[in-house]
């Protein structure tokens, strides 16, 4: 008992002493966050407005009306958490026209596996819901460690990885430190909480009439976990340039480079970017046989498992239609669907058949770099 307590104290004291180094490092450049140097990066993470806000229904005009869920639901997270890891910058983001993925050697790395609470404020950013990484100050695998040459791009690389224990914990409640617990256990890389309520009212058409939507829930919550770790290769950087990679420094400034993770990914109706955001089938895993349904139920992992990709259907077996709404301008936020058309989720050549798997494999794709910089994934 007394050899595991000295285990369990020396652990605590590194990871004290670790965090103190990261955050409060008073060598100029190699890790003060609040201070990042000239000609130096400061690597940042976010859930961007999605997850610091929600979507709201209708559309709203704050926020550019860029994410809507097209069958009238609202959303709102209540948990993020992730787990990063190998945040690289490589020589040469040009060098294979033909496969992003392939760069030059590697010329620096953040230390460190970092699991983050997004949905908690770190402190920069998007109205302080931004958590910091740390500081790249100079070329560290390179002999000499020179500094970065201001001339030059860089590629900029990072992995998802399944939730570590020795993981530096960014953001975290003691909520969020159960549900990492649970996330190592089940070997997860990501985990979401979060509630959807339907808001779309009477402003809807579906392409079935005759199907009654007040057996579906009103609102409902979710609890889910994913495991998906893949490497996320030579980002693209919209802020040098719509098809320009890598990341460059500044002789008089230090530059950030965002890790930027698409949640909207988890709602797609498509293996495509951008596609529509669809809840309606994930409700109907919770319809009654009878409406108007009542309560909000727990959505799991196990209930997307159920859910047939090429044929939805709710709980009772019916065939689930597709349902549109409009905005607050009378537009319709769909398209118009024929008649007896059932809701469906298109995977291309990908071989999925169920939601669960679908929505993994779609988060494969939700790293970005800067905003909607793409990144290569190498599935893991």
Not at 30 to 39: C, F, H, T
Not at 184 to 208: D, H, L, M, P, Y
Request: proline content about 5%; some cysteine; hydrophobic content about 40%.
């Amino acid at each position: 008992m007394l050899r595991n307590e000295m285990k369990r104290s020396l652990k605590l004291l590194c990871a004290g002493l670790f965090l103190c180094l990261w955050a409060c490092s008073d060598e100029p450049g190699e890790g003060d966050v609040q201070n990042p140097p000239k000609k130096g990066f400061r690597i940042l993470v976010s859930g961007e407005d999605m997850v610091a806000h929600g979507v709201a229904f209708p559309p709203s005009a704050a926020r550019g009306y860029s994410i809507f869920f097209v069958d009238g639901w609202a959303l709102s997270f209540e948990s993020v958490i992730l787990t990063l890891a190998h945040v690289q910058l490589s020589e040469n983001p040009d060098m294979s026209p033909g496969d992003a993925s392939i760069t030059g050697p590697v010329v620096a790395e953040l230390e460190g596996v970092f699991a983050i609470e997004l949905k908690s404020e770190g402190g920069f950013g998007l109205d302080g819901h931004e958590h910091a990484l740390g500081i790249l100050a100079k070329q560290s695998r390179k002999k000499g460690a020179p500094a970065f040459d201001s001339k030059t791009r860089y590629a900029f690389g990072y992995s998802l990885v399944a939730a570590r224990p020795e993981a530096l914990q960014l953001g975290f409640t003691e909520a969020s430190k159960a549900a990492y617990a649970r996330m190592q256990e089940k070997g997860w890389t990501i985990f979401v909480r979060g509630k959807a309520e339907f808001k779309g009212g009477e402003g809807c058409r579906s392409s079935n009439a005759g199907y009654d939507f007040s057996r579906l829930p009103k609102a409902f919550e979710f609890e889910l976990g994913f495991a998906m770790p893949v490497d996320y290769k030579n980002c693209l950087n919209p802020r040098l340039g719509e098809e320009v990679r890598g990341i460059q420094v500044k002789d008089n400034a230090s530059v950030d480079a965002v890790v930027t993770l698409h949640l909207d990914h988890l709602f797609w109706e498509a293996l495509k970017e951008d596609a529509n955001l669809r809840l309606d089938a994930w409700a109907a895993r919770k319809s009654t046989e009878v409406g108007p349904a009542t309560g909000t139920p727990l959505l799991s992992n196990a209930d997307l498992a159920e859910i047939d990709i090429f044929h939805v259907k709710d709980a009772q077996g019916q065939a689930v239609p597709y349902r549109d709404c409009k905005n607050q301008q009378g537009v319709w936020l769909g398209d118009e669907k024929r008649a007896g058309e059932v809701l469906r989720y298109e995977r291309g050549v990908i071989p999925l058949t169920n939601l669960n798997a679908f929505i993994q494999h779609n988060l494969s794709t939700f790293g970005h770099l800067n905003e909607d910089g793409l990144c290569q994934p190498l599935r893991l």
